[in-house]
């Protein structure tokens, strides 16, 4: 049984932000038994009052900085455009409230490690919502892996497909995506990147390519990278576009293979896992994942996590300065990749 609000400290956040996502987000925390949100600020005119209303936080604002000062919370959760990260962790961090961050972190690393010292001065916490190893059938690779179930584990790949970005007018739900410099990989791909050193460890970037098959977008579509995992000689491969996908795309974007000595498991499209065993037929393993929330109640799981790292003051699985290793390898595979090159096939941009 769940603990009740009266049997718990609670919490008092601040949402920043009331664009798409911020809805999965405000729902989770409205499940939380040790978090109250008390009031949602976004500088878009009436967004934040609409938000508010709909969500049934009792006030909204259209200055951070107003909302911090008058209403004191305890956290801020920002879900905002990462190139607005820096300044709002400063200024939350300022007012001595802990700091809960959507990914991407920042869109440059020198900013990701500024967030990391605003917090640190000011004696508050850093932590980055990355809810994708949250996605329950992650957790149960995790076992699998951790159970030694599939033998020394030898290569690790995902196939990453959704079909939102074809077209004039591409990422319906995200429109911004058109315009940002880095995309596939600084936004979607970082998921897998941090998905892989959750399951097999810490990691390296050793190939990348990256290419735009949609000219109307301003960053890359297409991406190939290789990784070597430095536990056990395991390599690993990320095989991505936005293009040639379904639409909607499936609940996990894509396809997990992960392939041991004695097993391979695959994650299929809808969440469930399959084992093929050494001589034996693939069969699905006795797993049934969540459909309650996104992609699993993943974001409820994450944030209850982060929530809990706040209570205790005990280490989270993404606390800033940790994720920084996550940025790092984002950060190689632009540098590997060098200048996005266009492929641009006409067919594939017809609606």
Known sequence: MSPSRSAVKVRRG?????????????????????ARIIAVADSHPGRARAFARRHGFRRAYTSAASALAEEGPDFVDIVTRPETHLELTSLAASHGAHVICQKPMAPALHDCLAMCAACERAGVRLLIHENWRWQPWYRESKRWLD????????HASFY?????????????????FQTMPRL????????????YRYLLGDLEVVDCQLGRINPVIAGEDLAWIQVRFRNGGVVGRIDGNRVTGPVPAPVTMGSLI?????????LA????????????????????????????DSV????AHLLEALSSGQASESDGRDYLKTVALVEDC??????????????????
Do not use: C, M
């Open 334 to 351: 632009y540098r590997l990749a060098g200048a996005v090159t266009e492929v641009v096939d006409p067919v594939l941009n017809e609606q």
């Open 269 to 296: 499209g809808d969440g469930t896992l399959w084992v093929a065993r050494r001589g034996q037929e693939e069969e699905q393993v006795p797993f049934e994942p969540t459909t309650a929330g996104y992609r699993g």
């Open 300 to 303: 409820y799981a994450a944030q």
């Open 147 to 154: 159970q030694g179930w599939l033998g020394q584990p030898v």
């Open 160 to 176: 990453w497909r959704s079909g939102d970005g074809r077209g004039a007018e591409p990422y319906a739900l995200q429109p911004y």
């Open 14 to 34: 601040l949402l920043i932000g009331a664009g798409y996502f911020a809805q999965f987000q405000a729902e989770a925390w409205k499940r939380l038994p040790g």
């Open 258 to 266: 992960l392939e041991g000595q004695e097993a391979t498991l695959r």
């Open 184 to 195: 596939l990989v600084y936004e979607s791909l970082v998921h897998v990147l941090d998905t």
